[in-house]
């Protein structure tokens, strides 16, 4: 039985009809090398004999009465492989357009929580080359919950269950696995009181929880009240921040990785990951111009910063610290903003300091935490005010050798990650055998045109490119640093503070 972090729980209780909360994966198999396509039992049958090598596939939610703490995994007793796959075969319909269509679709429904938190959906009769009817290829739609996994560790959950040799594994029958009995409701109970005396905060929280609607009111009558720190609140205004409804679309774009490497080598201290940037951004500011949209201020991202590497006997679950980040789209050169991104990421004294996810939920519990961000979206604090931030951007590093499912080469992949109220747009940059992908997850109520991006993705590496062949050997120059008062960090510390302390004493007389 093991406790949710506060971090996890917190994606759990921020869901709902229009926000669900699971990272997202589409991968595309090449079959051609098999003396016969891969069948549908065939993946089933290797599927469950490698559920071994990932335990959370086999564990679902425990809640406690009344919310009392968080939730914990246990294994589940009722656990079927069937309840969690499915099948669809495209058939003559099988193009990558019919297959990014269905898969926006199977991603639009929140993962249902009475049983371990993912799906597979196996794609049948899907084409390649989409000139040839009869290429031989399938696809995969995977659904992981963001409360099990972020998107590194999905990553690595896909490299174990894949394989990396072209020769098919000899499928072996599943390993005997007894769940553990369910711990009863009098242990769970008695854990979270032990829980609630360790951390006091936690015993409020649930005051809060039991009275939400007196609560929303004291908040949303403080909020009238408070001035926001512009530090914090000082994102532009941009077409992505409005309200999201359920609808998804994914669009995405590879470029070849030795192009963004050649790019980083020629402007000298910067790192790959600021050249990915660059490329969002040069992205993105192509978009605003050609939506009419004021792309005169830069935009902020939030990019997730993996801490894997400090906690490696975790191996699943979100272990991520966060920072905000100029994307320096008010940069015309597109060469120079990648030194100005580089420069507010490690050199600028307000963007030095990653905002630490463990910092927060240490501070605030999981249940406040989604009752802050539901304020945030329901009071439309990024209308009334300027957003904290724009757009989420991960870059996730893949393998750079290929995998193989039964002999089945996966050629390409595209990656999504959940959409929140007054986000509508985020993205994810994953790496593959020499290639990076843009991956664009978009409300299209609210991104209009999202198809543009994926233009905008091939002519905006050219541009860098061009860019930074004219910089030549010349001196780029150093960005004038940024000089706020106070960190992103201290200054998000003290608004929630301050928002909650008042709430609670109104609260408590």
Known sequence: ?????????????????????????????????????????????????????????????????????????????????????????????????????????????PLKKDRPLWQITFVDGFNLDESDAGSAGFALIVKLHHAAIDAFSGEEIIGKLLEYTPEPRSITPPRPWQPRPEPSEERVMLQAGANILRTPLQFTSLAVNAAEAT????????????????????????????????????????????????????????????????????TLRRYLISEGADAGKSLVAMTPISVRSNSLRKATGNQMSAMLLDLATDEPNPAQRIRRIHWNAVASEPYREAIAADRLTELLPSTMLALSARLYSELQIAQRYQPVFNLPITNVPGPQVPLYLQGARLVQQYNTAPLFDSMGLVIVAVSYEGRLTLNFTTCPDVVANGESL??????????IEEAVQRLGTEDIREPAPVTPTQSLADDAMTALEGLLKKALRRFRA
């Open 215 to 282: 609560a929303r009111g004291l908040i949303q009558k403080q909020l009238r009240k408070l001035p926001l720190p512009l530090p914090l609140f000082s994102a532009p205004h941009s077409p992505f921040n409005r309200q999201i409804t359920a609808n998804r679309q994914i669009i995405a774009a590879s470029v070849a990785l030795p192009r963004l490497k050649t790019v980083k080598a020629s402007l000298g201290d910067v790192t790959l990951n600021d050249v990915v940037l660059g490329l969002c951004a040069e």
């Open 454 to 463: 994926q233009a905008h993705v091939a002519a905006s590496l050219e541009a």
């Open 1 to 109: 039985m093991r406790q949710l972090s506060e971090l996890d729980a917190s994606f759990l209780y921020l869901e709902s009809e229009t926000t669900p909360m699971h990272i997202g994966g589409i991968y595309l198999f090449d079959a051609s090398e098999r003396e016969t396509p891969l069948a549908y039992s065939t993946f089933v049958a290797y599927l469950r004999s490698r559920l071994h090598v990932v335990p959370v596939f086999r564990q679902r939610l425990k809640e406690i009465p009344l919310r009392l703490g968080r939730p914990y995994w246990i294994d589940d007793p009722d656990f079927s492989i069937e309840r969690h796959l499915a099948y669809v075969s495209l058939g003559e319909h099988g193009r990558k357009a019919s297959l990014m269509t269905l898969a926006s679709k199977i991603l639009e429904e």
